[in-house]
């Protein structure tokens, strides 16, 4: 087992899955982590990677699958960047998403938690996105039997629709069926492919920095049933852009349909004004007896139902009584501040996107809540001493930062407020594990919850409440 050469090691058993959801091999205590294999299987290894420690490798054959491992239901599973852990059962997913969350804590946060809840399961493990953003280009991906079919001169249809190959952003894996967002979408993108080639309009090239459509978004409403779609181009025709946008819109039964011209060299949109065609410039989605305005650049979970059950839990954790003054920290559109306001006796939300906080303040206005109010900036910056007298200590802290977690700065700020409680949800828990500590001494963790966002793939949430150590 682990003969080597050139660079191929063979007949090498899979033994974990690692935090960064790879699998891990070792030989002569080498690690190795590994791209398509999961725990059972065993396999011969190509290196891809070479590091002093470790090495990245690719299974290249298959000498026994693991007795675990299930069909995967996708056609595009194994060219597609998404849904990487199909073959894994969802149950093992689960296991090894809370084994990532307790590795992190006890290898970086230097905590052993001892006293965790199990983690909280997606009712809906297929359909469960409410947003999907697809990518247009002339250079699509063409599959191993396209290939060989074709003697390697394939002349074909070379345009697609659908996402980035991991690691090679300037080809597109032409997506036929999508398990993660409920239809219309499918449909949608499949109309819109079907249109422009019928119609003869140019998908865009990356590499030459030319053709007319670039990019195709689509959010859906599981409360609802609203729809927005929002279509980039690469430049202006009026003429050709609004005689697809017609065509779609008399197609689908469709709440919000929104476009923007984007002449840049990325495709972010955050930073262009994106125009209203038909229909409302937003959607609305419930959570329990709140509304929450989305507009064409709102953050907002993208699995509706689960968020709703991870808000439960971070009021759960918070157990207010009323007179709490509570401090929510990158508050995005508001919807953590504003579903706790009713056991608040003041909510204050920061956010460094000045759109966001529109959104948030306008969320409290339809939802005829008086006790927040919402602040954007730079949060090291506005987190002062000032700022607490003025808008007064917080009693309880909800921080829920992007993945990349907190600026030390931040750390320092939150720790002189001498908060009671703070309740941390992270979808990274590396960083988040990273930030307990300079927390250590002064708060510990009470509670531990894990709850799955993201089925099929490594990625988790998780929530945890520290408490102030009495003395």
């Known amino acids: 087992m682990g003969r080597k050469r050139k660079n191929i ?33 065993i396999v011969d290894l190509k290196v891809v990677k070479k590091k002093k420690n470790y090495a990245e490798a690719t299974a290249i054959k298959f000498h026994h699958y693991s007795d675990i491992r299930i069909k995967e239901f996708c056609e595009h599973f194994g060219i597609c960047g998404g849904c990487k852990w199909q073959s894994l059962p969802y149950e093992k997913q689960l296991f090894y998403k809370q084994k990532q969350v307790l590795d992190a804590f006890e290898r970086i946060g230097k905590s052993k938690i001892s006293d965790f809840k199990e983690i909280l399961p997606s009712d809906e493990t297929k359909y469960y996105r409410n947003k999907l953003e697809f990518t247009f280009s002339n250079y699509r991906w063409l599959t191993r ?47 819109v492919k079907n249109y422009a080639l019928e119609n003869n309009l140019t998908f865009f090239d990356l590499k030459k920095q030319n053709g007319f459509l670039r990019n195709l978004i689509i959010r859906t409403s599981s409360t609802t049933n609203d729809l927005m779609v929002i279509i980039a181009f690469f430049y202006e025709n009026k003429e050709k852009r609004e005689k697809l946008l017609n ?51 709102s953050f907002y979970q993208t699995n509706s139902m689960q968020a709703i059950s991870l808000y439960n839990i971070v009021k759960d954790f918070s157990q207010l009584n009323g007179d709490e003054v509570v401090y929510d920290l990158y508050t995005g559109t508001g919807t953590i501040a504003n ?16 759109e966001a906080i529109e959104d948030a303040k306008i969320n409290s206005k339809i ?92 990625h988790v949430e998780n929530v945890i409440l520290m408490k102030k150590i009495k003395k």
């Open 9 to 41: 090691f063979y007949d090498v058993k899979i033994l974990d899955i690692s935090s960064e959801g790879k699998a891990i091999a070792k030989v002569n205590d080498f690690v190795f982590f590994v791209n398509n294999a999961i725990p059972g299987d």
């Open 145 to 191: 039997d396209e290939i060989n079919l074709s003697d390697n001169k394939f002349e074909g249809e070379m345009n697609g629709l659908g996402f980035h190959i991991p690691k090679r952003f300037d080809k597109i894996i032409d997506v036929k069926h999508c398990y993660l967002q409920r239809e219309p979408s499918n449909e949608i993108r499949l109309f």
């Open 247 to 297: 065509s779609l819109y008399e197609k689908f039964e469709i709440s919000s349909l929104m476009y923007v011209i984007n002449t840049k060299k990325n495709d972010s949109i955050s930073d262009l004004k994106i125009e209203n065609f038909k229909g409302k410039d937003f959607i609305v989605e419930k959570m329990e007896d709140l509304k929450f305005k989305i507009g064409a650049k």
């Open 339 to 354: 579903f706790l306001s009713k056991k608040s006796k003041k909510v204050i939300g920061i956010e460094f996107i000045e």
């Open 367 to 458: 939802n005829d809540i008086k006790n927040t109010k919402f602040f954007s900036g730079d949060m090291k910056n506005i987190l002062t001493e000032s700022f607490f007298k003025k808008n007064s200590y917080p009693d309880v802290i909800i921080i829920d930062p992007p993945r990349a977690g907190m600026h030390k700065k931040v750390i320092e700020n939150i720790l002189k407020t001498d908060a009671e409680k703070i309740i941390y949800v992270s979808c990274n828990p590396a960083t988040q594990s990273r930030d307990f500590l300079p927390f250590i001494g002064k708060y510990f963790i009470e509670k531990l919850q894990a709850v799955d966002m993201f089925p099929h793939t490594y």
